[in-house]
């Protein structure tokens, strides 16, 4: 154990993740509300400001050279030092948001009160599933008016397959929205919009077992549904189980509206006495502590600078035990070289700050020469470490690379080929045969236009992408399958990876089962293992 547990214990790293305009910024900005990082809700994304900010964030990469997008919020609350980590959405969504869900010991799943289960957040979900790592919902705008509660429970239970145990129930919901009961405390908590989203709204709790003072606070109306909801509930949804929602399990299920401030404190305390302290992590066969002595990290994102050399980039990086120290030496074990990482630093809301030490559960964004890739381990020189890959995730979009200018084909290769390994795309050819067919899969469809990008800049070689209509992508996990003798579907197209494993592309979702099926012992999988 070392001297520092309890730097260690008290962090919290999480991810919020979300669809799009569910109100993941917006809650950020209000947890960092009650951190004090921030003066006025607003400072994170205003709008209007956006686009002020992101140039300023290029004159600040130019300066130093180094390009950054925001990446992690550090700040402190009630004791807690806590780490958001971003999961950009929009357009920005890439392998890159799944791969920072890696280096997370638990989500905040933001799902919008009228919308329900959405696209993305089904997708993010999955990749938190698949590590088993705890998920705390927060349905959020009961500002305004909302799907039914219980269908609204039904739907993450059906379309996410977990488990959910309401803390707090709604009451109403847009104009009649009036606040939410807190199942530990059987009480009410009444909501009040007077101070504009900036202080926590609530200031009523009443139990309910003083029937007349509810009734008088919230109407006769509203009381008898709350009541007939609450027993209802009672009856029906799961026990909370500690144990369960540190196993990914169970998610517990929370209400309330960002925007307007209500239900946001509730849950920041209820969520950080219920996460964990930083996890353990595989190496091998053993997991090593966070509170081990130590330093160890792993790189779970590299950012390459658009504007620069492709080498000009940084690597971000997990601490998984220890302390870092800026001016300690650290070996990187895939490169197996002992160095000292250079401009160790923090992203915050606007500002980077240059960092002395760090702890178990940091994220720490360090210069990288062209020598990390990711999932590779840094550690104190002499300990025996090496943490378990990232895997590689489904591409969702797929484009034939058609080169332009066949007398450049060597650059053409090199290019491509170093931009996956790099890990910003994916690259499959046709099975037996060289890179004279190149398919390219992306996460998100940016991507596209920054592949293009570089190899125009960086390699001096023009493409064409023409889109491929595949949507879903399977690794071969059974290793007796022989490929060649596979029976598919008429919609599906047998290629390889770069590493030669073999893997099939289908248009339509349903193939995959027809396929699975058609071929005994057949085994398909979404991610590939490294
Ligand atoms: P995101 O990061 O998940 O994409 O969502 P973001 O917080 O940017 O919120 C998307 C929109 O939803 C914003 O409105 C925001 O104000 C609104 N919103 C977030 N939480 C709530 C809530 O609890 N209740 C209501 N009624 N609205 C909420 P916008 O009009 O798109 O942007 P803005 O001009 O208000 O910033």
Redesign the pocket.
């Known amino acids: 154990m070392g001297n520092f547990d309890n730097e260690i214990n008290r962090r919290r790293t999480f991810a919020i993740i979300?669809?799009?305009?569910?109100?993941?910024?917006?809650?950020t900005e209000k947890f960092l509300l009650y951190g004090g990082a921030i003066n006025l809700a607003g400072s994170v994304?205003?709008?209007a400001t956006a686009r002020h900010a992101v140039s300023d964030w290029m004159e600040i990469e130019k300066e130093r050279g180094i390009s950054v997008t925001s990446s992690v919020l550090q700040f402190e609350y009630d004791g807690y030092c806590i780490n958001i980590l971003d999961t950009p959405?929009?357009q920005d969504f890439s392998e890159d948001t799944y791969r920072t869900l890696m280096a997370a010991d638990s989500a905040v799943m933001?799902i919008d009160a009228s919308k329900g289960v959405e696209a993305q957040t089904r997708k993010l979900f999955k990749v938190c599933a698949m590590r088993g790592i705890p998920i705390f919902t927060f349905i959020?705008?009961?500002?305004?008016d909302a799907n039914d509660t219980f269908e609204l429970i039904d739907e993450v239970e059906k379309e996410l397959g977990i488990a959910t145990c309401p803390i707090n129930w709604p009451i109403g919901s847009g104009k009649g929205f009036k606040g939410v009961y807190d199942r530990k405390s059987e009480s009410i908590i009444t909501y009040s919009d007077t101070l504009k989203g900036t202080k926590e709204g609530h200031t009523n709790v009443i139990p309910v077992s003083d029937e007349a003072k509810v009734t008088a606070e919230i109407g006769e109306a509203a009381k008898d549904k709350l009541f007939e909801e609450i027993e209802l509930l009672d009856g029906a949804s799961s026990e909370f189980d500690i144990e369960a929602v540190r196993n990914g399990k169970l998610t517990p299920v929370f209400f309330?509206?960002?925007?307007?401030n209500f239900g946001v404190e509730i849950f920041l305390k209820n969520f950080l006495e219920m996460a964990t302290t930083p996890l353990p992590r595989r190496s091998g066969d053993e997991y090593i502590e966070p509170t081990e002595d130590n330093f160890s990290a792993f790189v779970f994102k590299i950012q390459a600078n658009m504007n620069k050399a492709h080498r000009d980039r940084i690597a971000f990086m997990r601490i998984c035990s220890g302390k870092f120290e800026a001016d300690k030496e650290v070996t990187h074990v895939q490169g197996g070289r002992t160095m000292r990482l250079s401009q160790p630093q923090q992203i915050m809301a606007d500002e980077r700050k240059i960092l002395d030490e760090a702890y178990a559960g940091d994220i720490i964004g360090v210069f990288d020469p062209g020598i990390f890739s990711i999932g590779d381990t840094v550690c104190t020189p002499g300990m025996k470490v090496c943490y378990e890959g990232i895997p590689t995730f489904a591409p969702e979009h797929f484009a034939r690379v058609r080169q332009l200018d066949t007398m450049k084909r060597k650059q053409f290769v090199k290019g491509i080929t170093q931009i996956a390994q790099e890990g910003a795309i994916q690259i499959f050819k046709e099975l037996n045969s060289g890179m004279e067919e190149i398919i390219v899969g992306v996460v998100g469809v940016l991507q596209f236009d920054v592949l293009k990008y570089r190899l125009e800049n960086e390699y001096n070689v023009d493409i064409r992408l023409e889109p491929l209509p595949y949507e879903h992508i399977r690794w071969i996990e059974s290793s007796e399958t022989d490929i060649a003798s596979l029976t598919g579907t008429s919609d599906m197209k047998k290629v390889a990876d770069l590493k030669d494993r073999p893997l099939l592309l289908f248009i339509n979702s349903w193939s995959i089962q027809m396929t699975i099926d058609r071929n005994k012992g057949l085994v398909l999988s979404e991610f590939a293992r490294n």
């Open positions: 979300s669809h799009p305009d569910a109100g993941k910024t917006t809650l994304k205003g709008k959405g929009h933001v959020n705008k009961l500002d305004r309330g509206s960002a925007l307007t």
